[in-house]
C-alpha cells in the first residue's frame, strides 16, 4: 500500500472503541498523517490515543500527536507496506488443524467472561462503604478464578512456549505438522500482557516451509477474527514493541 493521498476519504475508529467514523485526508508525509475534523468526531481525542485508520484494502495503527485547529495530526505506527506491526515473543501456544467443512467458531478473547460491579448496582444507602469494599474485593477474586478457569479449559495454562512473529493480521512459528497453502488451523495462545489475555481465533497456512527435524515454519494470516480480538493483539503488540525499544535504548547507553 502506497503513501495515502491528501483528499483520500477513509474510515477510523478510536481504540477500544468500536464506531466508525468518516473522514477525509488533508495530508501525508512519511511519519504523519493529517486528518480532517469530522463533524461526528468524539469530543475528546486526546494525545497519545491510538487510532484506527481503514479503508477497502487496509488497517493501518496511529497514535494522535495533536488535535487542535483543523485536523487531527497522527504519528504512523507501520512498518513500510505493513499496516501493524510485527514483534517477536515467546508464549503459550496450542494449535489444532480444522478438517474441513467444519464451521469455524466466532474468535473470542478467552479471559474477558468476567463479572462487573458498580456503585451504580445499589441504591444510595443501601450498602455501607466497608461491605462494599470488602463485596468489591470478593469480585475481584471471583473474577481472577473465571478468568483461570478459563485458561485452563482452552488448555492455556499447560500449553507449549512457542516462539513466535506476531502481529494483529497474522503469526508465524514453527510446527510438527506437515502444512500445506490453505490449511486452517485453531489457535489458541496466551498473550504475556498483565493480566495474561487468552485468544482463541484461526489462521490460513499462506507460507511453509520443512526446516528440518520434522518441523515446519508457516506464516498463519488469521481470519474471521473479531474487532475486540484483533484490538487486544494491537495492544500487546504495541507494548511488546515499546519494551524492545525501551530496552536497546538502555543497552546502547551502557555501551556509550
Same mark, same amino acid.
Given at each position: 500500500?502506497?503513501?495515502?493521498?491528501?483528499?483520500?476519504?477513509?474510515?477510523?475508529? *478510536?481504540? =477500544?472503541?468500536?464506531? +466508525?467514523?468518516?473522514?477525509?485526508? @488533508?495530508?501525508?508525509? /512519511?511519519? #504523519?498523517? $493529517?486528518?480532517?475534523?469530522?463533524?461526528?468526531?468524539?469530543?475528546?481525542?486526546?494525545?497519545?490515543?491510538?487510532?484506527?485508520?481503514?479503508?477497502?484494502?487496509?488497517?493501518?495503527?496511529?497514535?494522535?500527536?495533536?488535535?487542535?485547529?483543523?485536523?487531527?495530526?497522527?504519528?504512523?505506527?507501520?512498518?513500510?507496506?505493513?499496516?501493524?506491526?510485527?514483534?517477536?515473543? *515467546?508464549? =503459550?501456544?496450542?494449535? +489444532?488443524?480444522?478438517?474441513?467443512? @467444519?464451521?469455524?467458531? /466466532?474468535? #473470542?478473547? $478467552?479471559?474477558?467472561?468476567?463479572?462487573?460491579?458498580?456503585?451504580?448496582?445499589?441504591?444510595?444507602?443501601?450498602?455501607?462503604?466497608?461491605?462494599?469494599?470488602?463485596?468489591?474485593?470478593?469480585?475481584?477474586?471471583?473474577?481472577?478464578?473465571?478468568?483461570?478457569?478459563?485458561?485452563?479449559?482452552?488448555?492455556?495454562?499447560?500449553?507449549?512456549?512457542?516462539?513466535?512473529? *506476531?502481529?494483529?493480521?497474522?503469526?508465524?512459528?514453527?510446527?510438527?505438522?506437515?502444512?500445506?497453502?490453505?490449511?486452517?488451523?485453531?489457535?489458541?495462545?496466551?498473550?504475556?500482557?498483565?493480566?495474561?489475555?487468552?485468544?482463541?481465533?484461526?489462521?490460513?497456512?499462506?507460507?511453509?516451509?520443512?526446516?528440518?527435524?520434522?518441523?515446519?515454519?508457516?506464516?498463519?494470516?488469521?481470519?474471521?477474527?473479531?474487532?475486540?480480538?484483533?484490538?487486544?493483539?494491537?495492544?500487546?503488540?504495541?507494548?511488546?514493541?515499546?519494551?524492545?525499544?525501551?530496552?536497546?535504548?538502555?543497552?546502547?547507553?551502557?555501551?556509550?
Amino acid at each position: 500500500m502506497g503513501m495515502l493521498q491528501p483528499g483520500e476519504m477513509i474510515y477510523f475508529r *478510536v481504540m =477500544p472503541d468500536t464506531k +466508525q467514523y468518516h473522514g477525509k485526508i @488533508v495530508s501525508s508525509s /512519511k511519519e #504523519t498523517l $493529517l486528518l480532517e475534523h469530522p463533524a461526528d468526531t468524539p469530543p475528546t481525542i486526546d494525545k497519545g490515543r491510538h487510532i484506527i485508520v481503514s479503508g477497502e484494502h487496509f488497517d493501518y495503527f496511529t497514535e494522535v500527536l495533536t488535535n487542535e485547529g483543523a485536523g487531527i495530526l497522527l504519528k504512523k505506527l507501520w512498518e513500510e507496506k505493513r499496516g501493524y506491526f510485527r514483534v517477536d515473543d *515467546v508464549f =503459550p501456544v496450542r494449535y +489444532q488443524r480444522v478438517t474441513e467443512n @467444519v464451521p469455524l467458531k /466466532k474468535s #473470542t478473547v $478467552l479471559s474477558q467472561d468476567v463479572i462487573e460491579m458498580s456503585d451504580t448496582d445499589l441504591p444510595d444507602g443501601t450498602v455501607s462503604p466497608k461491605l462494599w469494599k470488602m463485596l468489591d474485593s470478593m469480585n475481584a477474586k471471583l473474577n481472577m478464578i473465571l478468568e483461570r478457569l478459563n485458561l485452563e479449559s482452552a488448555g492455556l495454562t499447560t500449553a507449549e512456549n512457542k516462539m513466535v512473529n *506476531v502481529s494483529a493480521t497474522g503469526i508465524r512459528m514453527s510446527l510438527q505438522d506437515r502444512s500445506d497453502i490453505g490449511d486452517i488451523y485453531e489457535i489458541k495462545m496466551l498473550l504475556p500482557t498483565t493480566p495474561p489475555v487468552g485468544i482463541e481465533t484461526y489462521g490460513r497456512v499462506v507460507r511453509a516451509r520443512d526446516i528440518g527435524n520434522g518441523e515446519y515454519e508457516v506464516g498463519l494470516q488469521f481470519i474471521e477474527m473479531e474487532d475486540d480480538v484483533r484490538d487486544e493483539i494491537i495492544r500487546y503488540t504495541l507494548k511488546r514493541q515499546r519494551e524492545v525499544m525501551l530496552k536497546e535504548r538502555q543497552q546502547r547507553g551502557n555501551n556509550g
